[in-house]
Nanobody, 122 residues
């Protein structure tokens, strides 16, 4: 499974961005998928995860109510809608997939994609 994140950019605080995670190779329609971010000099953290059916989602408190993860298995694509962005949301955003949804939530997916940079200016 190969994953590639798209949609990053520069946005002002309070703005919105939508990231996409496209895949090639094996389908991700039966995998859990997560979005992670890493800011300079900080550890990588999960910001959202979704089960392969879409029936389960996870968000840490830092983004709950502002970020929404969704998936379209017919397009092998997972999305991350980010609203009310804050400067502390700045970082490189990565999508990742795993055969175990709980492992994805725990930060241990099987496949990592290349990231896309999100910069939120104050």
């Amino acid at each position: 499974v190969q994953l590639q994140a798209f949609g990053g950019g520069l946005v002002q605080a309070g703005g919105s961005l939508r990231l996409s995670c496209a895949t090639s190779g094996r389908t991700i329609s039966t995998t859990g998928v997560g979005w992670f971010r890493q800011a300079p000099e900080k550890e990588r953290e999960i910001v959202a995860a979704i089960s392969w059916t879409g029936g389960d989602t996870y968000y840490p408190d830092s983004v709950k109510g502002r970020f929404t993860i969704s998936r379209d298995n017919t397009k092998n694509t997972v999305y991350l809608q980010m609203n009310s962005l804050k400067p502390e949301d700045t970082g490189a955003y990565y999508c990742a997939a795993g055969w175990s949804y709980s492992a994805v939530v725990a930060g241990a997916p099987d496949y990592w994609g290349q990231g896309t940079q999100v910069t939120v200016s104050s």
